[in-house]
């Protein structure tokens, strides 16, 4: 993507140059899709929600008397006999964090109006974020039937059992809306509707144009990095 | 905004004359950049369905959000008409159980806050005035503002349901302290606290979508010309509420998920160890303290919600209605961004009888005085911009200089309680309830009132009443004086609020008179907004027809193709924006306002200032 000119407006870099663009008229940021700036201030109200359920899993395991469980035995898994700490979840991160790899290059692709490659990774990051949703299931029965609830679990702190799962819960609700939407937005890359000018939306009349997978890869990129922090304060901490 | 200013600070992309020479084309003074973007494609209706129900204008989702929020409004004020009932004349009624008072409480609260306040300043005034105000031709995104007001219409139908569940709505209180929320015991704590979280929880998914709109819509689509140190202070005050309310109610939606998973699946995120008649609960481990901070994370910003659209609107009606610029409009900018800024550190200044570190106490306090200095400014400059005004003593006038009446009354009080050591004492006594009725209740509805009398002829096209108006005003004003200033009092004698009922407490010999009188007070003050319906109906009765702009104002809503203005606002060509909304009175000029839309070179021989 080449810098935006906008006409009788010289963008200037740095702080100087931002400074110009929100002293300016019409725009703050130059040459952005509204779509664009909506999902970004979406993602950050959304970091805050994100934030207060952390804090919170944060606040409610320092305040329990009973013990935390232990993290490596609980997220074990049998490969071959032996238990492996962390296993599944290491796929899942590697399976999420690859999907964010092709989703940033169908961005490319759609830029480059390459249809047919931008629709095949839109599909890849669908199938993905699929993967994951499963592995996150298969990890959720596992766990069910080793007796872990929402309120109670038989390793130790019943607020162990409620956050994981209102926390993971949340985060895959997020991954599965995104994995509709990835299919949605792979079905309208293939059926062309961002090329010649975009056809209109279903229920607006805004037409389509290749920036809306660019919007909806940075949904997905938010949700992995979402992701990364949980893994980090579930299994690691 | 004087020209030393413009050429210190070296960034002159914003004034019209300095782009003059950028633009390499023969010196027009005249000169604005051509637009950025191509003409926003509208979705006009065509059935009665998608023109007035479904309806995808800014305009008329601004209004079914007024009128939802007035109708919850009344529902709110007929619940404080009850509690009053029963305060001032304990046992008259007889229907009204402690049970009922507290759920009338909670109910009342809960209203009058969000689904009233919130909803009518960024909802209603919001979606009316963002889109007119900055110059575009709608909001951004108008089918999901659509969406976010059928979501909010939801979410205020599943909160009247719960007056019809059976043990009727929650009774904990408007801020639903848990453990109590959620036990048997607690009025409405089956289904009644179930729907009031599912409904906050779609209120807070439904006013994301309209604050996503109202946020991109000032950044991103503003007309040309339009900076944004050229927009109304109104849109100011929208705007950085919206920011509070996009990083505050998430908070929110957490904390009610949190509680509804207590409630239902029996998690135990607030639930502490809990004795009940000798026996130990399933509950344990759990943190209320944590809802608290959750809470109020929530609940502080969300009073500067309700007060920075009030700020922004008051600031405009002040000037136009004074025919004089608003006193120091960068300062008023910055202090509005201010306010919203400190609002996020200042929550546990609600906490302080909670029990914390008292490093914690200092901390709070000490950021709780701190917002008063951007506080005291505005008002301050609202002061100096009446002095030596040409003030036109109407309706809106009169709203106005109420509220900066009690304004400053609450705001004064809210310093008496930011200290920890005097707020220790006042805390839970009717001392709180006349603090938070003063500043967040009555100012902000001064305001709205105002406002409601200054944009009725640009939304209906016709002039209210005046001499109701001023009836409204003085039996509304008085009254409101009368319910709040004694309630100072009851709190420094220790009245309890929350209490039912005072029974042979030692505050009934000298309580018991003033809560009569508070109580005949609340019930003329509901009465007289009656007069504001009655004056509205028959307005659009039989009300002569204001004609185009009638207050002489400056700002874009007044200049319309049409007025009241079509859909897509400015009919063939968007307005051109050249000053900022306040150059009333210049010397030299022809009339005493000059509208933004006046190019520089109509006015050459004022004094107008750069702007």
Same mark, same amino acid.
Not at chain 2, 10 to 36: C, F, I, K, W
Not at chain 2, 283 to 305: A, M
């Given at each position: ?51 207060? %359920? ?25 490969? %071959? ?107 309208? @890359? ?12 279903? %229920? ?34 | ?13 914003? &004034? ?72 001032? %004349?304990?046992? /008259? ?19 009058? @806050? ?46 009247? !349901? ?37 409904? /906050? ?51 929110? /939606?957490? &904390? ?141 006038? /009169? ?8 304004? @400053? ?111 005949? !007070? ?90």
């Amino acid at each position: 993507m080449s810098d935006p000119k906008i006409d009788g407006f010289e963008l200037k870099p740095g702080f100087r140059g931002m400074a110009s663009d929100t002293g300016s008229d019409q725009t703050m940021f130059k040459g952005v899709h509204w779509g664009k700036a909506m999902m970004w201030i979406f993602l950050l109200s959304d970091t805050f929600v994100f934030s207060c %359920f952390l804090i919170a899993y944060m606040k409610g395991r320092g305040s329990t008397p009973v013990e935390w469980p232990n993290p490596s035995e609980v997220f074990a898994l049998e490969a %071959f006999g032996v238990p492996v700490p962390l296993l599944l979840i290491a796929l899942m991160t590697f399976v999420l964090i690859t999907s964010s790899g092709t989703m940033a290059l169908a961005v490319k692709y759609g830029y480059e109006k390459n249809r047919k490659m931008c629709g095949w990774l839109v599909l890849a990051t669908a199938i993905g974020g699929l993967t994951f949703v499963g592995m996150q299931a298969y990890e959720w029965s596992k766990l069910i039937h080793e007796g872990v609830r929402p309120w109670e679990n038989p390793f130790g702190a019943a607020q162990f059992g409620s956050f994981f799962f209102m926390i993971t819960g949340f985060h895959g609700t997020h991954v599965s809306i995104g994995v509709i939407f990835l299919f949605i937005y792979a079905y309208k @890359v293939f059926a062309g509707h961002y090329e010649n000018g975009g056809k209109r939306g279903w %229920f607006t009349t805004m037409k389509g144009d290749y920036v809306e997978i660019e919007i909806l890869g940075l949904y997905w990129h938010f949700v992995d990095l979402v992701w990364v922090f949980i893994f980090a304060f579930f299994y690691l901490w | 905004m004087s020209d030393e200013y413009e050429n210190k600070s070296g960034y002159q992309a914003q &004034s019209s004359e300095a782009l003059t020479g950028s633009a390499g084309s023969t010196p027009d003074m005249d000169y604005v950049r051509p637009a950025e973007l191509p003409e926003q494609d509208l979705y006009h209706g065509h059935t009665f369905l998608t023109k007035w129900v479904f309806c995808q204008d800014a305009k008329v989702i601004g209004v079914q959000y007024f009128l939802t929020a007035v109708f919850t409004g009344i529902v709110g004020l007929i619940l404080s008409w009850l509690m009053r009932l029963q305060l001032g %004349f304990p046992g /008259l009624a007889g229907f009204i159980t402690a049970e009922h008072y507290y759920q009338f409480v909670t109910m009342h609260g809960m209203i009058m @806050v969000v689904y009233f306040l919130t909803a009518l300043f960024l909802g209603g005034f919001g979606n009316y005035l963002i889109p007119l105000m900055v110059g575009a031709r709608d909001m951004v995104f108008p089918y999901v503002n659509m969406l976010s007001f059928w979501m909010f219409f939801v979410a205020v139908a599943i909160l009247m !349901a719960s007056f019809f569940v059976p043990g009727g709505p929650t009774g904990a209180g408007w801020t639903l302290y848990p453990p109590q929320t959620i036990l048997e015991g607690t009025p409405g704590s089956g289904m009644g606290i179930l729907l009031m979280l599912i409904s /906050l929880a779609l209120f807070v998914i439904g006013f994301t979508m309209g604050g996503l709109n109202y946020m991109i819509t000032v950044l991103q689509a503003r007309t040309r010309g339009m900076t944004l140190m050229r927009m109304p202070l109104t849109v100011w005050g929208i705007f950085t509420a919206t920011v509070l309310a996009m990083l505050a109610f998430p908070a929110l /939606l957490v &904390s009610a998920i949190m509680m509804t998973l207590d409630k239902v699946i029996g998690t135990s995120f607030f639930m502490p160890t809990i004795l009940k008649a000798g026996e130990v609960l399933e509950y344990g481990g759990g943190s209320p303290i944590l809802f608290q901070h959750l809470f109020w994370f929530f609940g502080h910003p969300e009073v500067y919600i309700v007060a920075l659209p009030a700020f922004g609107i008051v600031s405009d009606l002040i000037s136009v209605h004074a025919r004089k610029n608003i006193f120091g409009y960068r300062m008023m900018v910055w202090a509005i961004v201010g306010i919203g800024a400190l609002s996020f550190f200042v929550w546990a200044h609600h906490m302080y009888v909670s029990g914390m570190n008292p490093w914690f106490g200092f901390f709070f306090a000490t950021t709780t005085l701190i917002i008063a200095v951007p506080t005291a400014m505005k008002v301050y400059n609202w002061i100096l911009t009446l002095w030596r005004g040409n003030i036109r003593i109407n309706t809106v006038m /009169l709203w106005c200089l109420g509220f900066i009446v009690t304004f @400053v009354n609450g705001g004064i009080t809210g310093i008496f309680l930011g200290n920890v050591s005097v707020d220790v004492p006042l805390s839970d006594t009717y001392f709180v309830v006349a603090h938070f009725h003063m500043v967040m209740g009555i100012a902000p509805v001064m305001v709205i009132m105002g406002a409601v009398y200054h944009w009725f002829p640009l939304i209906t096209g016709r002039l209210l009443n005046e001499t109701l108006g001023k009836w409204h005003f003085w039996a509304t004003f008085l009254g409101a004086y009368s319910i709040y200033f004694p309630m100072h009092y009851l709190g420094f004698i220790g009245v309890p609020r929350r209490y039912y009922e005072m029974y042979d407490s030692p505050y009934m010999t000298s309580a018991v008179g003033m809560n009569e009188f508070i109580s005949l !007070a609340a019930f003329l003050v509901g009465a007289a907004q009656f007069i504001l319906i009655f004056n509205i109906i028959k307005t659009l009765k039989t009300g002569k027809p204001a004609p185009k702009n009638p207050w002489k104002a400056n700002s874009l809503e007044w200049h319309t193709s049409t007025q009241p203005p079509e859909h897509g606002n400015f009919g063939e060509r968007l307005p051109v924006v050249h000053r900022w909304p306040y150059d009333f009175s210049v010397p030299g000029a022809k009339d005493d306002f000059i509208p933004q839309t006046t190019p520089p070179s109509e006015v050459v021989h004022t004094k107008v200032e750069k702007t």
